[in-house]
């Protein structure tokens, strides 16, 4: 392992505990500018979480083991599939034990720890986030999984990093499946970060909750390490966007000098990209919870498209 | 220059009916351009049986034995089926069912309906052979609907979307063929010129022919009524008007049959399997058998009949599928007398139907005391379809069975069974409506009954003697059937 | 698994507009309000006419442009205009109701997509068109648009369908052998505008007849 693999990847682990939190606070801005709000700024999540580590937890008397751990955990698996992603670089020692199935897993991991700590209390609105998100993950996960596959058949390989360098190096080239793939991979995103059309993550409104109901018992430095979590999980979504539909940028192994280059690029695609979800969500209105399945079922749909245009058009 | 009178007469007269469809002389003129167009086809037939096949503008036009003696059946129907038209118009409109403007789409779009079949035959490209198709479609589908009642709305609806359906199979199937006769014939129309692909047909590719073959079956099958595509039929036949249904009936069946047989040519060349001949056998199998079934059950006139087209369409595209000389034969001759007969029946049905205003079986009785003509016309009528002798009905259904036993001895007695079946509900059904009690009144207008007796009799004299020349007629199209 | 060679742009952008006209026929399969319906139809016809005049450009089959004007102008400007004066006199311009629910439609509409891929296979390998590998997409549009007929209630989606299954015809008659003969296109062409014109009439025989335009009316005539 040379030395400059290892810091790639300890510098994108730092990266993206710090980026995160920017990330939401750019997309929390970029919603007031659009509904003509003065907005909290840009800095605003590092202040909650200054403030939430600082309190003191208070904890339900029931609570077991798992609902003190969950927040741990969630929080290790999202820094872990942030840490496999090539966000600035390809040179990752991290990606090469693990491929897109298991970066799916890590995050179906997570998906599971929440959804049990949700339940853990027994409170009725822990239940029904957790009813809710396994719902939209059921459906949102084949969708994500055909996704990866389309990506994987143009490259040939289940590897992140593979399937960055072969489609970074192919120039602009209209693949017709990886449009569908990418118009399904955004549905799906939004669908999995609890965005509006399927969950509003500034409602009030318990009855309406996804995600937020599955942590209205969490306090302090819990509530910080999964809303930290949580953003991380944006990031993680965003980066396998541009990794798999965008890849111009990112450096390749063990060139420090494009590094800058490669860091000036994400901010540019997050930024962008940051603003183009303010927009979708101001654009839209949330979708009633039974026409969520239609919705991931059109999801799929498209990610099934797209593998089957490959599979005919090859490309 | 005789297919330009031939198919310029129906053009120029649905043109001028459109604007005066709704006088006095409407009918007349209607029948007059008719006739026009009888003549024509008696010319063009007289030249095809002297010279040979012959093809016209460049190849575009194809006359042959088969098509041309289509032709002339054509042009004799849709005259005779004018003649019926003038009283039976009368009628109606003197009981009110028909504005002007109804009035004037009918008489137009029945000449512009003849077009569009005549142009089907006598059009050597595959291709307008389609445009026609889906041109007759579209000429009756208001007709179908002429009354307006709620049942003749779905009729028409179920009639335009089916078909509609099944002729777009028919376009795919088109699409095939042209594909597999671009590679050999080059780019450009003479690919899609049926005398063109009849001389490469052993060149073509197999299995890019037979897989047009199966949609071109499909979907010209369903303008034919084979069952299970023929969902349409019985309520198109029974809710138009009733010389719609005549030629319905009579001719639009025949012409779907023939675009059919003229893909079954090309494929066999292409094939040297009997594939193409088996899927028409089972096809036509399926209809007789079914169509008598549902026959037993009708409790409406027309829609009985309609079923026996069905049951007949499927006798004659089972005995295509037999292929040979004797069977196609057979085929051709059935045809003919079936169109003959079957408008015949629907001439005095419809009479018989608006004498007692109703086509429900039961309401109607005692034809023979109040209108003695119609009462005949009708018994002989269902005699001749049901395969008496001495009609001709009876000639060419005795031939198909005979060629079945010989060749498909697995397949008689299904036909058995179906024609008696047929046989014994359609009797059963139209003999108290002949001779039973009723205390009707006579109609406002004489009904035509001359066109229902001359084909009638035309039926019975080629049930008793087929003159030599339409022995060679038919003869030399078998043979260009194979 | 295929490599990937590098294609020209033409070719890129023919793959893209084969893709894209998949995309509506399901778009149009699971949509439910009519106006969206008859807009999604005239794009259907736009990039139709756009992937011909690209192979034309890239086959130098100049009577392609030709086809391509006609689709054009009848599929993309005449019909549509057609229909929605048609759903504008009629009033109909609300949800469309269908027969079965519109996730298993999708479901149903992949497992054509399968088939009809499956089925374009043998024809095109023999095909010497540009356009062979996008006649499976020809097919699976025809077949989801057939499918579209039959899971409607109201008779101007069964229309449309109709209509789309005809466009779907026309691209694969494209990609198999560059369309057919300028003469019998020209006839198919009257054929769909002529039967466009009954069927718009028809519209308001059924109207005035039943009041609406559900098709459950229409079911009377039945074996009893």
Redesign the interface.
């Known amino acids: 392992m040379k030395l400059s693999s290892l810091f790639f990847q300890f510098f994108q682990n730092g990266l993206v505990l710090l980026l995160a939190p920017l990330l939401m606070g750019w997309v929390n801005q970029c919603r007031a500018w659009l509904q003509n709000r003065s907005g909290a700024g840009l800095l605003q999540p590092y202040r909650m979480l200054f403030k939430l580590f600082h309190k003191d937890a208070v904890l339900a008397d029931n609570a077991s083991a798992l609902f003190r751990s969950t927040p741990y955990i969630l929080f290790s698996c999202m820094w872990l599939a942030a840490a496999l992603v090539p966000m600035v670089a390809t040179d990752l020692p991290l990606s090469s034990a693990v491929d897109v199935i298991a970066l799916v897993g890590i995050l179906a991991l997570a998906r599971v720890f929440m959804a049990l700590a949700a339940m853990d209390i027994g409170t009725a609105f822990g239940s029904l986030g957790a009813r809710r998100e396994m719902l939209v993950s059921f459906l949102a996960e084949p969708a994500l999984l055909m996704v990866f596959f389309t990506a994987a058949?143009?490259s040939?390989s289940t590897s992140l990093v593979t399937i960055v360098e072969t489609i970074a190096h192919?120039g602009f080239?209209?693949y017709?499946?990886l449009?569908?793939a990418g118009i399904a991979f955004l549905m799906i995103l939004l669908a999995e970060n609890a965005r509006i059309p399927v969950d509003n993550p500034s409602t009030h409104l318990e009855l309406t909750m996804i995600h937020e109901a599955m942590i209205l018992e969490y306090s302090a430095r819990h509530l910080a390490l999964i809303e930290w979590a949580s953003s991380l999980k944006l990031l993680i979504y965003m980066s396998i966007g541009f990794a798999l539909f965008l890849p111009f940028g990112i450096t390749e192994a063990g060139n420090w000098t494009a590094l800058p280059l490669a860091l000036v690029a994400l901010f540019v695609k997050l930024a962008v990209a940051g603003f183009g979800l303010a927009l979708l969500e101001t654009l839209s209105a949330k979708q009633r919870i039974f026409r969520v399945?239609?919705y991931l079922?059109?999801a799929f749909?498209?990610a099934?498209?797209a593998i089957?245009?490959h599979?005919?058009?090859?490309? | 220059m005789e297919i330009f009178w031939l198919l310029g007469m129906p053009l120029l007269g649905g043109a001028l009916l459109a604007l005066t469809g709704h006088r006095r002389f409407a009918p007349e003129l209607n029948g007059a351009i008719s006739l026009a167009t009888l003549i024509a086809s008696l010319v063009l037939t007289s030249k095809v049986i002297q010279d040979g096949p012959i093809t016209a503008f460049n190849d575009q036009f194809f006359i042959d034995p088969f098509n041309v003696f289509l032709v002339t059946l054509t042009a004799f129907v849709g005259f005779t089926t004018a003649m019926f038209s003038r009283p039976y118009m009368h009628n109606e409109a003197e009981r009110g069912k028909l504005s002007t403007a109804r009035l004037r789409l009918y008489h137009s779009m029945y000449q512009m309906f003849t077009f569009t079949m005549l142009l089907a035959l006598t059009t050597n490209n595959m291709g307008i052979l389609w445009v026609a198709m889906e041109a007759a479609t579209l000429t009756t589908v208001l007709l179908v609907s002429l009354y307006r009642t709620p049942e003749s709305l779905e009729a028409a609806w179920k009639y335009f979307i089916l078909c509609g359906v099944g002729i777009a199979q028919a376009l795919f199937g088109t699409i095939l063929l042209y594909f597999a006769a671009e590679k050999i014939l080059g780019e450009g129309g003479n690919a899609l010129l049926w005398t063109h692909l009849n001389e490469v047909k052993g060149t073509l590719e197999p299995t890019v022919l037979s897989m047009s073959f199966i949609f071109m079956l499909v979907g010209y099958g369903t303008k034919a009524g084979l069952v299970p595509l023929h969902n349409w039929l019985p309520d198109a036949h029974a809710e138009g008007p009733t010389p719609i249904s005549a030629v319905l009936s009579g001719l639009l069946l025949n012409v779907a049959l023939y675009a059919v047989v003229r893909a079954k040519v090309l494929v066999d060349g292409a094939l040297q399997t009997h594939f193409a001949g088996q899927l028409m056998m089972g096809f036509g199998l399926l209809s007789v058998v079914m169509a008598a079934f549902f026959l037993s059950r009708q409790k409406d006139i027309k829609r009985m009949f309609a079923y026996s087209s069905i049951e007949h369409m499927g006798l004659i595209t089972f005995a295509f599928g037999m292929g040979g000389p004797v069977a196609t034969f057979a085929a051709l001759l059935h045809m003919t007398m079936h169109s003959l007969t079957k408008s015949a029946i629907f001439f005095a049905v419809g009479h018989a139907a608006q004498k007692s205003g109703t086509q429900v079986m039961e309401n109607i009785r005692g034809l023979i005391k109040t209108n003695p003509t119609i009462g005949w016309g009708l018994t002989l009528g269902t005699l001749a379809i049901l395969g008496m002798p001495p009609f001709g009905v009876f000639a060419s259904e005795f031939l198909i069975l005979t060629t079945a036993m010989h060749e498909h001895a697995w397949a008689t007695p299904f036909l058995l069974i179906a024609l008696g079946v047929a046989f014994a509900s359609i009797f059963g059904k139209v003999q108290p409506m002949v001779f039973g009690e009723t205390a009707g009144k006579r109609l406002p207008h004489p009904p035509a009954m001359v066109p229902v007796f001359v084909h009638l009799s035309l039926v019975l004299m080629l049930g008793l003697y087929i003159p030599p020349y339409l022995v060679t007629w038919y003869h030399q199209a078998a043979a260009l059937l194979g | 698994?295929?490599?990937?060679e590098?294609?020209p742009?033409a070719q890129?952008?023919l793959?893209?507009f084969?893709?894209?006209l998949?995309?509506i026929a399901?778009a149009m399969l699971?949509q439910r309000r009519i106006l969206t319906l008859i807009n999604l139809f005239a794009m259907q016809g736009f990039i139709l006419a756009l992937s011909i005049v690209d192979s034309a450009w890239i086959s130098h089959q100049y009577h392609l442009y030709y086809s391509a004007a006609l689709t054009l102008i009848i599929k993309v400007l005449i019909l549509p205009w057609l229909l929605h004066r048609l759903i504008r006199q009629l009033n109909i311009e609300w949800d469309v109701e269908t027969l079965i629910n519109?996730?298993t439609t999708?479901?149903i509409?992949?497992v054509l997509?399968?088939f009809a891929?499956n089925l374009a296979l043998p024809i095109s390998q023999l095909s010497g068109t540009i356009l062979r590998?996008?006649l499976?997409?020809a097919i699976a549009s025809v077949l989801l648009s057939f499918m579209m007929m039959i899971t409607r209630r109201k008779a101007v989606p069964q229309v449309i369908g109709f209509l789309a299954m005809e466009n779907g015809l026309f691209f694969a008659a494209t990609s198999a052998t560059y369309g057919m003969p300028m003469v019998v296109e020209l006839g198919i062409a009257l054929d769909v505008l002529v039967g466009m014109f009954i069927f718009g009439i028809f519209f308001f025989h059924i109207r005035d007849t039943f009041d609406s335009l559900d098709i459950q009316h229409m079911e009377k005539l039945k074996e009893d």
Do not use: C, D, K
């Open positions: 058949s143009i040939a192919r080239f209209i017709p499946s449009a569908f399945p239609e079922g059109t749909l498209l099934v498209l089957l245009i599979y005919l058009l090859g490309t | 698994m295929t490599v990937i590098q294609l742009l890129q952008l793959n893209l084969a893709a894209l998949l995309l399901f699971s519109i996730p999708m479901l509409g992949i997509v399968v891929f590998h996008t499976g997409i």
